[in-house]
């Protein structure tokens, strides 16, 4: 049967615009209200019809550009992520047709149907830990500070989910935690005690400008408008007692005088877990040598690293038996500003491979974690791959090398494992 081009013009002009009420307001609110909110870390609020007609071509362009909803990673071969806010085509292209439609308002009273609400959150809040003092924002637009917090257990407890409550969540931007334990949790202290004002200075991790002195072992990452994070298939990250957790904030605000912060964290904790997790960084041991140059006026500098991580993991601080493999449960990938794309692949031993992480446009300023919908086993005869590749162009580029500070740069994909 054929359809004459006038029928098909005309049954097009047949099909109502999308409006706010019934088509965009279900998406703005089930994925992007928790940030752009008023008073929230959002530079705009999204909270009523008005509020977002208003930002309607910036809401287009950001969200056709990938930029927003801030989810970097691209899907992957292992079944995907948990809590994935990013938006499928035909939403992106719900907000775009609304918008060349001149934004038409729809019935208030007939709301469309509310999106899937995206997994998470805590269950039980077991502990609340709160930074020591204010701190006022002394660096802008971006500022990264760490604080100290004593963690208060005398026993050994495993931490089961994470929650941020931000003092000012106007300037919060995205928190990191590290567990600093045994001999090593003295230093933190120190470091702090050095500074005159509340936490340190802190850009690349927990040490600051100081050489790395110890293996880093990461926590979790915390993102404003998450509501908490439970870590996946009933698991838990062991925190011996005498342990110091390094609180790495994010601050980010262009107002010349921003309001004070005393963010606190709030902890789901147990006395057991059906799994034991622990964060495994892989990366390549030459490059913390020195071996991972990036020579300036250069657009592509890549890093690449293949192999078996097991040998090198008790080194790094992994307190896991990897004897007969491992379970990748989700990945914390880390670079500086230069991060221009990266990648984490397994080799499987019978030559098959899969993508476990891909991040095709980096932002230092956005990182998290991504929990995998289904653990990925790497086993005995199997490699792990991370690629980086960097950005160094600018004009008034230098060459630069493996290091924790802001000019410096790193290639590590941080593996949430299990046993």
């Known amino acids: 049967m054929r359809v004459s081009l006038a029928a098909l013009a005309l049954l097009s002009a047949c099909t109502p615009s999308p409006s706010y009420h019934q088509d965009v307001r279900p998406i703005i609110e089930g994925r992007c209200a928790n940030c752009h909110v008023a008073g929230g870390v959002g530079p705009f609020a999204l909270d009523s019809f008005s509020a977002t007609k208003a930002m309607g071509a910036a809401i287009v362009n950001s969200t056709q550009a990938g930029r927003m909803p801030p989810w970097l990673a691209a899907p992957n071969d292992t079944g995907g992520y948990l809590r994935d806010p990013s938006l499928t085509a035909e939403q992106k292209d719900t907000l775009k047709k609304w918008v060349e439609a001149g934004m038409p308002e729809g019935d208030s009273k007939k709301p469309g149907p509310a999106l899937p609400a995206l997994e998470g959150g805590l269950a039980k809040v077991d502990l609340t830990l709160t930074m020591p003092e204010p701190y006022t924002q002394r660096v802008t637009p971006d500022d990264y500070r760490c604080f100290v917090l004593r963690w208060p257990k005398t026993t ?6 994470v929650n941020g ?8 931007h995205h928190v990191a935690l590290y567990l600093i334990d045994g001999d090593a949790a003295q230093y933190p202290p120190m470091w702090d005690a050095e500074d005159a004002t509340p936490g340190y200075e802190c850009f690349g991790g927990p040490f600051g400008s100081r050489p790395q002195q110890f293996p880093v072992k990461l926590l979790t990452a915390w993102l404003p408008g998450y509501q908490g994070q439970t870590f996946p298939r009933g698991g838990g990250v062991l925190i011996p007692p005498g342990s110091t957790v390094v609180l790495q904030m994010h601050y980010s605000s262009i107002e010349s005088a921003p309001s ?13 877990v059906p799994r034991r997790l622990a964060y495994q960084p892989f990366l390549k041991f030459d490059w913390v040598a020195g071996l991972m140059e990036i020579p300036p006026n250069t657009a592509e500098v890549v890093h690449e690293y293949r192999a078996d991580p097991r040998p090198l993991l008790p080194t790094l601080g ?11 449960e989700a990945v914390m ?44 086993r790497f086993e005995p005869g199997d490699e792990l791959r991370v690629r980086c590749v960097f950005d160094n162009s600018k004009p008034d580029s230098k060459k630069t090398n493996w290091g924790e500070g802001s000019g410096e740069e790193m290639c590590v994909a941080n593996l949430l494992s299990s046993e």
């Open 260 to 272: 004070a912060d005393q963010t606190a964290m709030q902890f789901s904790i147990a006395d057991s």
């Open 318 to 328: 992994s307190p896991l038996n990897t004897t007969n493999g491992f379970n990748i």
């Open 333 to 376: 990938f880390h670079m500086h500003t230069l991060g221009k794309s990266g990648e984490v692949w397994l080799h499987k031993k019978d030559k098959s491979k899969k993508l476990i992480l891909q991040i095709p446009r980096w932002d230092f300023h956005w990182q998290q974690e991504y929990q995998l919908k289904e653990a990925v």
């Open 156 to 161: 050994p407890t495993y931490v089961t989910g």
């Open 165 to 172: 409550i931000p003092g000012n969540s106007k300037i919060v």
